[in-house]
């Protein structure tokens, strides 16, 4: 993974050093409140419901094993002994305090990282397949691109002070893990027709209150082009995008107002103007440089077949866990392993600092010193011998970290929601962990299949609705919490925005409301088909006719 | 005539980030300690005296929300606030002041 | 307002005159766009040094055949925010090669002094109580630079490079 050049080590510390001078403005009464706020939110600091809460920056989702550890001494340290990630592959913290916070960001940097961007209207921390490296079928390693990106976007003068978010994510595979359309920037590393490597660049799509699927915008980007593209595309946000209403602010606003021709015309003008100039072309060097970082570990020579694997299989438990949450990977003799922060009655994407600190000796013993938070909440150990998969499973279910249910219907995406956010109209882990009770049996997870349930407490999305097989919104009714049904959305590379099934229900009400969707799909569905393919084939009717049908009989 | 609803004042303490409540021209951290003003013309002065401590940068985020007449959070925002949050009974208000 | 010229307090030179006022004789001024681009020949026919003020909304390329003439652009902050500016001085920089003075006017803040000075502004209108001091840490707050901006600063690329 990448490592600090001295550059890189200077840039954070001067940045530990800013941001402890900010707050001490602050707390002296140099900065009013109004002042801070956009500054302490570019170094991922909030005021929540409760406290403070600190998002820390994890590039590309890639973690090392020194850097858990790292995590696991702040949550002891400074929080409440654990800490939560994020869909957006980051780690937060929910309860620092403010005059904390500079030794929190020195500690970081004792471990190269940091908080920068993490909030803000400004480039946020890049995300990419969380397979990155592993899997078959890649092109490129994305975090090659996303370390240009990052650092291209760290501190850039111009783009500071955004109309609003923007968010960067880097896909090197057809299949799409890191939900490239649903990104202000989503970026796809394709080949073109003379076998050269290069981008496709799509801009405007997004989630919260206006939901888009993200228009293609640069057919094919070459890729010492790359960053003078994305600086055309941030300039002609920057100038036009709307700065007199926050909901109309972001990019895809722009962009889908425009039309991708007009949108595209901007960007392609700016880019030609940029392009004269020169100094943003990446030479070669400075990427075989960043990519030297990504390369492989050494693999061992083996053979796909692992008796030790094979035996392992007869275990109930093992085959369950390795059916779901094993993925092949690109080496002979090796699988790509995600471990699930989705245990039955848990809180999803959240961890102790006793598992953080038990899952960095598993990538010490197993995995290489690496690790990968996904987009989903939950880890991914890349590469591990299938002969050690066995023995990784035991000690995973003693961490109680062995749950089989990866891309099954209690792998559900959940923002922290009421519980936690200011924001937030309504709680949304609660309801997680009703429906995860409700759904807790193995077997009928697995007749489900590939089933997505996305939760969001607001509009803002942070859940990812849009983009669940089943999204689940919660909505403030005088008071009382309240939930939406949305059916149809994907944030892979089939990518649509979800549906409104029809009236919402009450906290006690919606499980069951779930059950009944979950029941209607069973009832329609083909051969093997998932509840999103039975959806896209019958449409939401005959799935509302049952929901609702059945609602009414349980009235009388 | 417009309907009488009891309110509390609170804000969040600038240093720590913790919950307060305005009781007698200062702030507490229980809940259960916290002023109730009956009427809109008590509340209001609450929160205009309020504003020397967010001048002084001791509090921020000051705002009255309505209680029923036990001083129980209308809304279920201000229930979570007063205790924590609700799947982490070990953290918060609720884990300290029992 | 104090100005900051080029790292020093120093005096200005421009009168601003807002919408509707009579323009100053024998002193340098500063107008709006709309002035400038009702009463241009007068204004280079009897005043000197001539200003443009632009409102963060007023994109500076409509100035590009005078700006050889126009001695100082001041961009208008209307609230630190909006960070429209910065594109405008880069590209007055960069683009259009604008040798004349950016002046940094309105609601912006210390934390945003290096980033101005970054995209090419040389003069900012400070508070009463800003100092050089202030000036000075602003700038030094960070050693290195990712990326190539108007200041022609080296980027770490560079230096990478170069080591």
């Known amino acids: 993974m990448y490592r600090y050049d001295e550059f890189d080590a200077a840039m954070v510390r001067d940045r530990v050093a800013q941001f402890a001078y900010q707050v001490e403005r602050r707390l002296k009464g140099e900065l009013t409140e109004d002042e801070f706020k956009p500054l302490r939110l570019k170094n991922g600091l909030y005021l929540q419901l409760h406290s403070y809460m600190l998002r820390i920056a994890v590039p590309y989702g890639t973690l090392s094993t020194r850097q858990m550890r790292q995590f696991a001494y702040i949550a002891r340290k400074y929080d409440r002994g654990y800490g939560h990630f994020t869909t957006r592959q980051n780690m937060q913290f929910h309860w620092p305090k403010l005059v904390d916070v500079p030794a929190i960001l020195s500690d970081l940097a004792d471990v190269e990282m940091h908080c920068i961007q993490t909030s803000g209207n400004c480039v946020r921390n890049v995300t990419a397949d969380q397979f990155a490296g592993a899997v078959a079928g890649e092109i490129e390693d994305p975090r090659i691109l996303s370390e240009i990106v990052r ?35 989503g970026i796809e590393i394709i080949k073109n027709a003379a076998g050269e490597t290069g981008y496709r660049v799509f801009v405007g799509g997004g989630m919260g209150r206006t939901p888009y699927v993200a228009l293609l915008i640069g057919q094919f980007v070459a890729k010492e082009d790359i960053l003078a593209y994305l600086e055309a595309v941030l300039r002609v946000y920057n100038e036009y ?84 949450n094993l993925t092949a990977h690109k080496i002979p003799g090796y699988a790509i392993a995600t471990i699930s922060l989705k245990m039955i009655g848990a809180t999803p994407g959240d961890i102790s600092a006793d598992q953080l600190d038990a899952v960095a000796q598993l990538m010490d013993n197993f995995g290489y010193d690496e690790i990968r938070v996904t987009h989903e909440q939950n880890l991914v150990l890349p590469h591990v011998r299938k002969k050690d998969l066995p023995r990784l499973f035991a000690r995973l279910k003693e961490l109680n970290l062995s749950t089989a249910n990866a891309g099954l219907i209690t792998d559900i995406i959940c923002c922290p929601g009421l519980d936690y956010c200011d924001l937030a109209n309504a709680r949304s882990i609660p309801i997680a962990q009703k429906i995860q009770e409700r759904f807790s049996d193995l077997e009928r997870q697995h007749n489900l299949g590939e089933l997505k349930i996305k939760m969001s407490g607001c509009i803002n999305a942070c859940g990812h609705h849009h983009a669940g097989h089943i999204g689940i919104l919660g909505v403030d009714k005088k008071g009382v919490e309240f939930y939406q049904i949305q059916l149809g959305g994907s944030g892979a590379e089939d990518a649509s925005v979800g549906e409104i099934m029809g009236p919402g229900f009450g906290k006690d009400e919606i499980v069951d409301a779930i059950e009944r969707v979950v029941d209607a799909y069973l009832n329609l569905r083909q051969s093997d088909e998932r509840l999103l393919d039975t959806y896209r084939r019958v449409g939401m009717a005959p799935f509302k006719n049952l929901v609702y049908r059945e609602q009414l009989h349980a009235a009388y | 005539m417009a ?56 509090v921020v985020a000051t705002y009255l929300f309505d209680v029923r007449a036990d001083g129980s959070p209308v809304k279920e925002r201000e229930i979570i606030r007063a205790a924590g949050p609700s799947v982490r009974p070990d953290t918060g208000k609720q884990a300290r002041h029992v | 307002m104090p100005l900051i010229k080029d790292g020093k307090f120093a005096p200005d030179r421009f009168i601003f005159v807002p919408e509707g006022h009579a323009i100053p004789e024998d002193t340098g001024v500063m107008v709006t766009l709309e002035r400038f681009q009702s009463e241009r020949e007068n204004l280079f026919a009897h005043h000197s ?19 050889p003439r126009i001695a100082a652009i001041a961009l208008e902050f209307p609230i630190f925010r909006d960070g429209r500016a910065f594109s405008w001085a ?71 490079a170069t080591r």
């Open chain 2, 3 to 58: 309907k009488v609803v009891p309110q509390i004042l609170t804000a969040n303490r600038l240093r720590d980030g913790e919950v307060v409540y305005w009781r007698d021209g200062n702030w507490v951290e229980a809940y259960g300690e916290a002023q109730i003003f009956p009427d809109d013309a008590s509340a209001d002065a609450a929160l205009a005296a309020a504003q020397d401590f967010v001048k002084r940068n001791i």
């Open chain 1, 241 to 324: 995008g709307r700065r007199d209403n926050i909901h109309k602010a972001r990019v895809k606003i722009l962009a889908h107002q425009l039309g991708a021709d007009e949108f595209r015309r901007q960007v392609e003008v700016e880019f030609a103007e940029i392009k004269k100039g020169g100094t943003l072309q990446l030479p070669a060097e400075e990427m075989a440089r960043i990519a030297a970082y990504f390369a492989p570990p050494e693999f061992e020579v083996l053979s796909d077949a692992s008796p030790e694997f094979d035996a392992a299989l007869k275990d109930k438990d093992f085959a369950n866990w390795a059916k779901t």
């Open chain 1, 151 to 185: 650092q291209w976007s760290t501190f850039h003068p111009e783009f500071n002070y955004l109309p609003r978010k923007f968010k960067i994510a880097v896909s090197g595979t057809k299949e799409d893990r890191a939900a490239v359309k649903f990104h202000d920037i």
């Open chain 3, 49 to 67: 040094p001539v200003a443009v003020r632009l409102a963060s909304n007023e994109n500076p390329e409509v100035l590009k055949d005078d700006l």
């Open chain 3, 90 to 160: 880069r590209m007055l920089r960069t683009r259009l090669g604008y040798k004349g003075e950016i002046r940094g006017v309105g609601h912006f803040l210390y934390d945003q002094i290096a980033f101005m000075a970054r995209v090419g502004f040389d003069a900012f209108d400070v508070r009463q109580d800003f100092t050089i001091e202030d000036f000075d840490r602003a700038m030094r707050e960070m050693h290195y630079v990712y990326q190539p901006s108007a200041d022609g600063k080296k980027t770490i690329l560079e230096l990478r």
